[in-house]
């Protein structure tokens, strides 16, 4: 069984429910959207190619954030320049095996949300144009072993700015972390 869809789906006229902070207004869905799904599906690749072609900022959202290769992926773009942000799960300040560590000892702004029961958001924002969303935590278990869904969304604009306002929403509620 093929575990990714090849190619990409042009999405048009559809209407897609996303709300943001109370806001229920839908959103017209336009643009592209890879999906993949794991195990094995390529969901740590798709978003290591997406960091790699990013060229002026990255936004990260993350539950578990594990994944060396998506971190190191990370590290590298904010060496070439783009500018780079993540907050986190309050579980990565005390996690064994966390990147958290790594992307704030490499002056990457880090802040983690402990304003909830848990910080679920799973989420990857480039250049304000791509927007890599789905059950898909950034962790080697997320690709090799636990049933999960990625979804590479581009083109829509409008979906990728509540993202965004979302991601700032909570960045604003939570605490800066400077690693242990």
């Not at 690749?45 to 990260?60: D, F, H, Q, W, Y």
């Not at 000892?105 to 880090?110: L, V």
Request: aromatic share 8%.
């Amino acid at each position: 069984m093929n575990k990714r869809i090849i190619g990409t789906l042009a999405l048009s006229g559809l209407l897609a429910f996303m709300p943001c902070q109370g806001n229920t207004n839908p959103v017209k869905s336009t643009g592209t959207i890879e999906v993949f799904f794991s195990p094995n599906g390529g969901g740590t690749a798709a978003v290591v190619r997406e960091i790699n072609e990013a060229k002026s900022e990255i936004l990260v959202q993350a539950y578990s954030f594990t994944s060396k290769p998506i971190a190191q992926a990370i590290v590298d773009a904010r060496k070439r320049g783009v500018a780079v942000e993540a907050v986190l799960d309050k579980s990565q300040r005390s996690e064994k095996y966390t990147e958290a560590d790594f992307l704030a000892h490499a002056q990457i702004p880090t802040w983690i949300d402990a304003a909830h029961a848990i910080a679920h958001n799973k989420i990857i924002i480039i250049d304000r144009k791509t927007l890599i969303t789905g059950s898909f935590n950034f962790t080697k278990a997320a690709e090799e072993k636990n049933a999960e869904n990625l979804l590479v969304l581009r083109g829509n604009k409008l979906l990728v700015d509540r993202y965004r306002g979302n991601f700032e929403a909570h960045k604003d509620h939570s605490e800066v972390y400077n690693g242990k």
